[in-house]
């Protein structure tokens, strides 16, 4: 089971830092190719300021993923400092149930909305559907769903995921 659950984990956080990579360096060259272009040329590429908006999105839930696989996550640990050790992990556990039924929750929100802008053929730029742009909402909130799950199956394992 350690096997299986880190071999998850390690492809989860490659192919999240892959993308991480990728996104920020589309981000920097796009952006810095606007500034060229609007500073010494009063043009610059129409959708290049929305795409770059959505590009924000994708960074956030693919960091999120990320800072949830090393617990530097947004997370109030109140319970932990002052109650005994022994209860930690059930304590943890239930935390990452109750994260794991919002992820849910929001997921499924976000796909309806997704699927609502699909239907009303919201166009971004060009002829790119909005909702290609979009999809990171509801497979972001599952991505840290999935990350949830994962730290509830490391502390039934005993296994401790790197903090790289």
Not at 26 to 44: A, H, K
Not at 103 to 127: D, H, P
Request: contains cysteine.
């Amino acid at each position: 089971m350690k096997t299986v659950l880190h071999k998850i984990d390690n492809g989860l956080y490659h192919v999240e830092n892959v993308l991480i990579f990728l996104i920020v360096g589309i981000m920097v060259l796009l952006s810095f190719l606007q500034v060229l272009l609007r500073n010494f040329f009063d043009t610059g590429l129409l959708w290049a300021d929305i795409f770059l908006r959505h590009l924000v999105l994708w960074v956030g839930f693919v960091g999120a993923s990320l800072a949830t696989r090393t617990e530097k996550h947004i997370n109030v640990d109140l319970l932990s400092r002052i109650v005994s050790k022994r209860y930690i992990t059930p304590i943890k556990i239930v935390t990452q149930l109750f994260a794991i039924t919002i992820c849910a929750i929001l997921s499924w929100a976000s796909y309806i909305f997704v699927m609502s802008e699909k239907e009303a053929g919201t166009i971004v730029f060009e002829n790119i559907p909005s909702w290609y742009l979009q999809i990171i909402l509801p497979v972001g909130f599952l991505l840290i769903g999935l990350r949830f799950l994962l730290k509830i199956f490391e502390e039934f394992t005993g296994q401790t995921s790197p903090k790289n």
